[in-house]
Each structure stands twice: as C-alpha cells, then as structure tokens.
C-alpha cells in the first residue's frame, strides 16, 4: 500500500503566499540522489528555507515560529508544477506535510500526492485567498475531511474538489496497483469472457520465445 490510510486530518496550518511553487523549488534536483531512507524534509523548499547553503532566513514562512510543526500547508496557485520529481512529494510528507491547500495543483504533482497519502486540497480561488488573510490574522487551526470534502477552520467550513476514485485512494491508503488488485474478479471475468469470444486472440502460455524473438512450441 502507499500509505495509511485516512479519513480526516486536524493539524496547525502554515500560509504560503507564493503561486507557481514548481517541483524544482519544492526539492532542488542536487538533494535526489540522497537515500530515501534518510528523509527529504531537511530540503523542501531549501534554496527559499535557507541563505547560503545552511542559515535559516527568519522571514520565510515554514522557518516562522508560529508555524513550527504545521501539517497543512495553504498556498497559491499551480502548486507543484515544473517536472514529475516524486521527491517533491517525499520533501512535503517528509517535513510533516499531510495536506496542500491550493486553487489549483500540476497534474503529476497532484497524482504523485495521492499515491503517497499527501492530500491535495483544491479549493476556488476566493476561499483559496481568505485562508491565507485568514493564516495571517492567526487562524491556526484546520481540519481535513474526506468524507465531507471539507476544509473546517475558525473561518468556518471550505469546500473543496477531489476526484472519487482520488479520495477512496486516501482514505483506504492505496496505490494504483492496490487498487487494480481490487478489482481482481472483474478483470477475471472480463480475461475470462474474452477468451471465449476471441479465442484466436488468447495467449497461448505453452510458447515459448527463442533467442531470435519468435515464438517457439513447446513439444
């Protein structure tokens, strides 16, 4: 499975005022030959995070002490846009993240997140801009609620958009093959009902392939 498996997530939320925060800002390419195992948070957003290679800047939003610890993070519009790096995903989950509030999100980021239990919240861009003024007066606290498709807060409750089939992937924490697998005996039935209407079509498993690439009959 690609993560557990979640219906509903309460957490601090920490405002990103920037649009177009591409892959290659969330992770700078030079961080991804870094083992897995050893965690990509210390590099989300590095090169904004830091001055010269190590120094926290103080004014950049996720080095802010009130949001120390914050696990949804809203921010502006085309959030994870640029190239496919899953690592920009890694970075996020990573550091803590479990939820990006945005308008609107790159399609591959977007899908990378969901595999991995990182929920991308979409919301219009009016309630997308008053969460933000809504961070900056102090508004903390947020919950995340797939079933409902809601985004509660003291600002009260945001709708927001994700695809069915997206939304069951979180909650039931599964990937693309896990969700294959789930529909195990209808690809059973249709291998099977094809087989019988297209018999010329079926592969015949006794054939064996030779160095050349043809097929070759077992004995």
Known sequence: ?????????????????????????????????????????????????????????????????????????VTG??????????????????????????PSFGDIFAANAVNNGLCPVQVRPEDGAALLRGLERGARQMTVDLEACALRGPLGTVGFTLDPVWRRKLIEGLDDIDLTRAYGAEIAAFRAADAAARPWAALDMTEKTTGRGRPERSA
Do not use: K
Request: overall charge positive; charged content about 20%; hydrophobic content about 40%.
């Open 1 to 73: 499975m690609s993560a557990r498996g979640w219906t509903r997530h309460t957490g601090r939320a920490a405002a990103l005022p920037m649009e177009a925060v591409d892959t290659d800002q969330l992770i700078p390419a030079r961080f991804m030959s870094t083992p897995r195992a050893e965690g990509y948070g210390r590099y989300l957003l590095h090169d904004l995070r830091f001055c010269d290679g190590c120094v926290p800047r103080p004014e950049f939003a996720l080095n802010r002490v009130e949001n120390a610890g914050a696990t949804i993070l």
């Open 77 to 102: 519009r085309n959030f994870g846009s640029g190239s496919s790096r899953e690592a920009a995903v890694y970075a996020l989950m990573d550091f803590g993240i479990r939820a990006v509030v945005a």
